[in-house]
């Protein structure tokens, strides 16, 4: 069974940066992608990054394009989100999600695991 664990969520103000960070356990994390998506209230879950693999692949969408950073330790199977000049629209919770597969995009349907949540608050 796969676990996926975010933390690192908090509230910071606007221009502000937070890391953060996706445990994962039970798949040999190497061998697949993870992104992060968020949701904010009232929205669809949205897409935010994603990184193949070995990490030497990156899709963003384009309204972090700049600002955010996805990353990956695969010897500590975590994944990581590096958000800097955050913006009050960034406000949602985010989570982290891994598919069945080396490579994936932005289509939430193409991820099989995914973490409980973490919030993060932008405030103005």
């Known amino acids: 069974q796969v676990q996926l664990v975010e933390s690192g969520g908090g509230l910071v103000q606007a221009g502000g940066s937070l890391r953060l960070s996706c445990a994962a356990s039970g798949r040999t994390f190497s061998r697949y992608a993870a992104a992060w998506f968020r949701q904010a209230p009232g929205k669809r879950r949205e897409f935010v990054a994603a990184t193949s693999g070995t990490g030497g692949s990156t899709l963003y969408a384009d309204s972090v394009k700049g600002r955010f950073t996805i990353s990956r330790d695969n010897v500590k199977n975590t994944v990581y989100l590096h958000m800097n000049s955050l913006k009050p629209e960034d406000t949602a919770v985010y989570y982290c999600?891994?598919?069945?597969?080396?490579?994936?995009?932005?289509?939430?349907?193409?991820?099989?695991?995914w973490g409980q949540g973490t919030q993060v608050t932008v405030s103005s």
């Open positions: 999600a891994t598919a069945p597969r080396a490579v994936s995009g932005n289509y939430p349907g193409n991820y099989d695991y």
